[in-house]
């Protein structure tokens, strides 16, 4: 595998369900990003982990719960969401280097909330 | 607040050049990006500027002033291949990057 990796690429989910979304990345990185992008809406950030260490929550409701287990790896826990979440979530990855911070993004999961 | 400006859509003929302009207010400024995202897929980084003037990258080159919050991205030569939307992205400090809403644009022969 290279770059940057999320399962699943579809996800239907009810409100009442649990669920999680997984983003890795083979490319050494120490930034790890959770973005939401919703139908002609800008890209919106979600959380970010630098290191394993939250840097980063842009108000997002509770019902998104994210884990960075190591610098690799990065969840986003789903529980009672609405179906205004319904969304592509984007994963990215970055390495900052005296200010540049070119991210490479995931393909995504397509989440719809019923 | 923080805000990006790029237009909603733009048509372009084959061979053709576009311009794509975006204006930004940010609290922050460590440099501007530009991303292209074809439908169903990830954004693909295409350029960077942190400095005021024209950075040219083959086919696309990427303009800011820094003093008038403006940038654009220059296509040259398009193919249809370019169909695709382009994102403005601010990035603001501390690993914080504001997104614009991106420009679709659409190549015809």
């Known amino acids: 595998e290279t770059g940057v990796t999320q399962t699943p690429r579809h996800l239907v989910m009810g409100m009442t369900n649990k669920k999680s979304l997984k983003c890795e990345q083979h490319?050494?990185?120490?930034?790890m990003y959770w973005y939401k992008q919703s139908a002609k809406k800008p890209l919106e950030l979600m959380f970010v982990?630098?290191?394993?260490?939250?840097?980063e929550n842009n108000s997002v409701p509770s019902r998104f719960s994210p884990e960075c287990p190591n610098s690799s790896h990065l969840f986003l826990h789903l529980h009672t969401l609405q179906p205004e979440d319904s969304a592509l979530y984007l994963c990215?990855?970055?390495?900052?280097?005296?200010?540049?911070?070119?991210?490479?993004f995931g393909p995504g999961t397509r989440l719809t909330v019923l | 607040g923080q805000n990006i400006d790029q237009p909603t859509e733009m048509t372009a003929t084959e061979g053709a050049i576009v311009q794509i302009n975006c204006t930004y207010q940010?609290?922050?400024?460590?440099?501007l990006f530009w991303y292209q995202q074809h439908a169903g897929e990830a954004p693909t980084f295409l350029s960077y500027?942190?400095?005021?003037g024209l950075e040219e990258k083959g086919r696309f080159s990427s303009f800011l002033s820094r003093s008038k919050g403006y940038s654009y991205l220059l296509l040259k030569e398009l193919q249809m291949k370019d169909s695709a939307s382009y994102l403005c992205?601010?990035?603001?400090?501390?690993?914080?990057?504001?997104f614009g809403a991106g420009t679709r644009l659409f190549v015809k022969a």
């Open positions: 990215a990855s970055s390495q900052e280097t005296s200010g540049y911070n070119e991210q490479f």
């Open positions: 490319l050494g990185h120490n930034a």
């Open positions: 982990y630098n290191f394993k260490e939250q840097t």
């Open positions: 940010t609290s922050g400024f460590n440099g």
């Open positions: 500027n942190v400095l005021d």
């Open positions: 992205a601010v990035e603001t400090g501390g690993f914080k990057t504001i």
